[in-house]
């Protein structure tokens, strides 16, 4: 692509004996629509790390050299190829070496591009220090330690990290109103036109792909292009590499420009948004998805609003934007379809973000690493990992990064010695990778885990017949049946966990369904060091409340309350009270299910999840409803609900329920306990993800065995079945 350059090259300092991937800053004048915009370099004092406890606390030692940058603004035009002119555009900051090799040519570097919704001009001090960074802490997340530079953008790709080990980094704004340099009113107008098809459309992955191609053909860059980010930066890597795959086999795509786009490190990104963040097994999410769309909508497709600017975690659903309909919104959603994708994968998920995207990166794993997908099929590479500690600060690591650097010289970097100057170079990383976690030690403030990978797994399986896989291969799901006729340790408001052996005796057990308080729980104690490591399934045979035990029955939305409605006190602990009073007749029950360790002493084990440390290490959800499984996605240790079925219950019937808990890896000691918890709303609060549009009221009744009266059929044997190994653990614990 040609640049329109202005005024003279200033004289630049060459240093003869300088590494050619040294950048050697010089000054041009790139014309950008009526904007000039100027590469120039970056002083270093601007690179910093930062603390979410501390925002002031600063260390030199993690600091990046940030004058290695050059950077420069382009506008890139695009084809509209779906007919929106909206998308005509699309607007990037590029970082890249401009100095020269050995031979006086220009270097060719390969390029990494990050795709941003929250604008490619905000630096740290955006989203840090300011904006996001304030919110998050105002609700007591952590956003953890971040190693930075001045120049790196919300969860893309830090150039002053990739520009010294011989890389260019685009940072892409994904087109958008905003993007687009908008005024209010246009934005509103386009909004209220429907013209801006929203952040993940076609008209956007389009638009985008259109423009990586451009870059790619830039005569800087070695024709070898690859997709970095995280989160929303992840996901848009999972529709423009289907995008490419299905332009390249229609033919809209030739061959060569097809070849350019070679690899995608999607780190923690959701790959299904019905099942991953809007409906948790088919019960709305009402926080977090309102907070994010309602944010893209009222800024106009830019992701930070003003500092000051004020938006709430928590229950404020923008019904003028969203359409509920029988208690779930009314989302249109764009299609994944991984089995496309065909360019090699790194693809990190994590334990630490429940609710969002730990279930669609182990989900996309086992399509991609199936028969059908085209990256298994054609061998194209897929290597996967896993952690357990807080999003940012870990993707923002230099671990973290020198683990993609290692994917990306697989498939971008030939190894030459022009290109590969000495000490840049770094192996690829192992093809599977996943962190045993052990738990948050209060002392140390250090999440204890050990790492399970190619290069220890022999050693840790020892004779089990175990292998390395995701998830592990040789590994079936225990039972642990659920025991309602036996205390555990004499306290009757606990019951057992039986290993292996269901329970004969008919018994069931009730809670208060819109009783925040109210809940039953399971335990089992551990004899030996075991792992629980893959996907948990709980089976759940369960009932409605009867008329005659609850008369008062209504579905809609729900708030916390201390008092009921004619404001006497329930008298034991806050309930969930309908809003707006509509009485209907129960036909469904929304059941929430949690698995929690303690340790030998009796005290609660917590874990990261969401930017906060949580008592719970995993989770699950249903609305029973809606408990028709989709026989296409679901595999025998992951049941996945087809949320285009809705059954009504019917009062007096018992239900089987497959209750899909989201994967987990997590080691117990001799002496230690696992507890299963079951209730009607929330196990744990977290400010960013609530369930507030519940169906629930009543006592719900979950059987361990039994019959009722309108079905006598016996031994209604509920079960958890978890997925344990026993495993050396090698070279002791990692923090």
């Known amino acids: 692509m040609k640049k329109q350059k202005k005024s003279e090259k200033l004289e630049i ?43 002031e606390a600063t260390s030199p030692n993690k600091w990046y050299p940030a ?12 084809k509209a190829l779906y007919g929106n002119e909206l998308y005509k555009n699309v607007y990037a900051n590029i970082y890249r070496p401009v100095g020269k090799d050995d031979l006086g040519r220009k270097i060719k570097v390969p390029l990494i591009i990050s795709v941003t919704d929250y604008n490619k001009d905000v630096g740290p001090d955006g989203y840090l220090w300011t904006g996001r960074g304030p919110k998050f802490r105002s609700v007591g997340t952590n956003l953890g330690d971040l190693t930075v530079s001045s120049e790196a953008n919300f969860e893309a790709a830090d150039p002053a990290y990739w520009l010294k080990y011989g890389y260019a980094v685009a940072i892409l704004d994904s087109p958008s109103p905003h993007a687009n340099n908008k005024t209010t009113k246009e934005i509103v107008e386009e909004i209220a036109e429907d013209r801006y098809t929203g952040p993940f459309s076609l008209d956007v992955v389009s638009a985008l792909g259109q423009a990586i191609i451009e870059l790619a053909n830039e005569d800087w860059c070695n024709g070898h292009v690859g997709l970095q980010g995280v989160s929303y930066l992840g996901i848009m890597q999972w529709h423009i590499a289907r995008w490419f795959a299905d332009n390249a086999e229609s033919g809209s795509l030739s061959n060569d420009d097809a070849s350019l786009f070679k690899a995608i490190n999607v780190w923690e990104g959701l790959s299904d948004y019905e099942h991953n963040v809007a409906y948790h097994g088919a ?3 009402t926080s977090f998805i309102y907070d994010w769309l309602g944010m893209k909508n009222r800024s ?36 994944f379809d991984l089995k496309q994708i065909k360019v090699p994968v790194l693809n990190v998920a994590t334990w630490s973000n429940q609710g969002l995207h730990s279930r669609g990166n182990f989900m996309a794993h086992r399509i991609l690493s199936n028969e059908g997908s085209k990256v298994y099929d054609n061998n194209l590479g897929l290597y996967f990992h896993t952690h357990g500690l807080e999003e940012w600060s870990t993707s923002s690591s230099d671990a973290a990064r020198d683990i993609q650097r290692g994917f990306f010289n697989q498939y971008l970097m030939p190894k030459t010695p022009t290109i590969d100057p000495d000490g840049y170079w770094t192996a690829a990383p192992p093809k599977v990778s996943i962190d045993v ?23 840790a399986f020892g004779s089990t017949g175990v292998e390395l896989a995701w998830p592990l291969r040789g590994v079936e799901g225990t039972p642990f049946y659920l025991d309602g006729t036996n205390q555990y340790d004499d306290d009757p408001t606990i019951c057992m966990l039986q290993k292996y052996t269901p329970i004969k005796q008919d018994v069931h057990k009730e809670y208060v369904s819109n009783n925040v308080n109210d809940e039953i729980k399971f335990r089992f104690d551990f004899e030996n060091t075991q792992q629980i490591i893959g996907h948990p399934v709980l089976t759940l045979y369960a009932q409605i409340p009867l008329e005659q ?30 809003r707006a009073h509509t ?17 030998a002493q009796g005290n609660v084990v917590r874990f990261w999840n969401q930017l906060a440390l949580a008592d719970i290490f995993t989770r699950g959800w249903i609305r029973a409803g809606y408990r028709e499984l989709d026989e296409k996605s679901s595999y025998p240790d992951f049941p996945v609900l087809d949320y285009t079925v809705r059954q009504a219950l ?17 080691q117990f000691e001799p002496g230690e306990t696992l507890e299963l918890i079951i209730k009607g709303s929330s196990v744990i609060e977290e400010p960013q993800f609530r369930h507030l549009e519940l169906v629930n009221v009543g006592k719900h009744r979950i059987y361990t065995s039994g019959s009722s009266e309108s079905d006598k059929r016996s031994h209604y044997n509920s079960c958890l079945r978890l997925p344990i190994v026993r495993l050396s653990e090698p070279g002791g614990t990692s923090v």
């Open 650 to 666: 019917d009062q007096g019937t018992i239900y089987e329920l497959q209750i899909e808990l989201l994967p987990i890896a997590v």
């Open 283 to 285: 019960i709305p999410e």
């Open 13 to 55: 300092e060459a240093n003869p004996e300088a590494n050619p991937f040294t950048p050697i800053v010089e000054k041009m004048y790139i014309t950008i629509g009526n904007d000039q915009s100027v590469i120039t370099p970056f002083d270093d004092t601007q690179a910093f790390v930062t603390s979410a406890s501390d925002p």
């Open 67 to 78: 004058n290695i940058v050059a950077r420069y603004g382009e506008k890139i035009p695009v």
């Open 300 to 335: 106009g497709g830019h992701g930070f609003l003003p500092f000051g600017t004020p938006v709430k975690f928590g229950v404020e659903p923008y019904e003028d934007e969203l359409t509920m309909t029988n208690h779930r919104p009314d989302y249109e959603f764009e299609n």
């Open 437 to 459: 976690l052990k738990g948050y030690n209060e002392e140390t403030k250090k999440l204890e885990y050990w790492t399970l990978n190619d290069d220890n797994a022999d050693e």
């Open 583 to 599: 009485r209907q007749p129960v036909d469904d029950m929304d059941i929430f299910v949690a698995l929690r360790k303690i340790d």
């Open 549 to 578: 035990d609850e008369p008062y029955m209504y579905n809609s939305k729900w708030e916390y309350s201390e008092k009921h409605e004619d404001g006497t006190d329930p008298g034991d602990g806050r309930y969930l009270e309908d």
